[in-house]
């Protein structure tokens, strides 16, 4: 990606996805932060659209504000920084449950096209054993109780699938009214952020849509990278490439975790396979 005029730096179509993530946060209050991409995001928006936002984690944090990102929900530095820290229990009974938090962030490894998640089991094909993933966690009441629930991960045939090989937890269900039917007082996944663009339901058929576009990304190329006969939105929209200050903050962030090394310059670019 070439610089613009506004003198945004070069970036990698995941500096792209994680700024974009971040953005969708803007207006939160509080956010349940799933670990992984979703923990970049709402560091990020911390340190640039929303230095007010709340981070909550499932260890029991809530108001974290670490220097760095952490490694998982245990990370010391969750509980050094944090406002509260509170039993799990109590996290997922009175805060979760009760209808405390208004945004959860999640990652996956699998999503269809309803926004059901698999984080659990992956089939290897014939003759092999199946993957075995992390789990549920807490993902499963973060998606049923927070007000509406975000998603970050990378695009691809292996991640966007027709069937779930296992779900983990429940987006949208088979459809509109599924969540209802349940009892989930959640709103559930509104948007899909990826390094191709921006996924949003259908408010008629709940079924994925793409609404975004990365820049130099092409419809074309997000459907190659999806398992389904993907359906395009009648006006799709671009997203606005990463600010120079966004680039800092989030390169600053990577960069804490790793004594002696600074930012440094990205490796591929935008609009170039970086996995």
């Given at each position: 990606m070439t610089a613009t005029a506004a003198g945004t730096t070069d970036f990698t179509s995941d500096e792209l996805m994680e700024v974009n993530a971040a953005r969708a946060l803007a207006d939160a209050t509080t956010c349940f932060v799933g670990i992984g991409l979703p923990s970049t995001a709402a560091n990020l928006a911390r340190a640039t659209v929303n230095p007010g936002l709340v981070l909550i984690y499932e260890s029991g944090t809530i108001g974290s504000k670490p220097t760095r990102l952490p490694l998982s929900i245990g990370d010391g530095e969750l509980a050094d920084t944090a406002d509260a820290v509170v039993p799990v229990p109590e996290m997922?009974?009175?805060?979760?449950q009760g209808g405390r938090i208004d945004v959860g962030f999640?990652?996956?490894?699998?999503?269809?096209?309803?926004?059901?998640?698999?984080t659990s089991v992956v089939d290897r094909g014939p003759d092999k054993p199946e993957g075995r993933l992390p789990g549920a966690g807490g993902a499963p009441e973060i998606a049923s109780n927070c007000g509406k629930v975000l998603m970050v991960l990378r695009h691809s045939t292996r991640n966007f699938v027709e069937r779930l090989d296992f779900v983990t937890t429940m987006g949208h269900g088979g459809g509109p009214g599924d969540r209802k039917k349940l009892g989930m007082?959640?709103?559930?996944?509104?948007?899909?952020?990826?390094?191709l663009g921006v996924l949003r339901p259908d408010p008629a058929t709940a079924e994925l849509v793409l609404t975004e576009l990365h820049p130099g990304v092409t419809v074309e190329r997000?459907?190659?990278?999806?398992?389904?006969?993907?359906?395009?939105?009648g006006t799709v929209g671009?997203?606005?490439?990463?600010?120079?200050h966004e680039l800092a903050a989030l390169r600053a962030l990577?960069?804490?975790?790793?004594?002696?090394k600074a930012p440094g310059k990205p490796g591929k670019t935008a609009g170039k396979e970086t996995r």
């Open positions: 997922f009974n009175y805060w979760l999640l990652g996956a490894a699998q999503v269809d096209r309803y926004a059901n998640i698999n007082p959640g709103a559930g996944p509104v948007a899909v952020i990826t390094d997000v459907r190659a990278a999806t398992g389904w006969e993907l359906t395009v939105a671009t997203t606005e490439p990463p600010t120079p990577k960069a804490a975790g790793k004594p002696g």
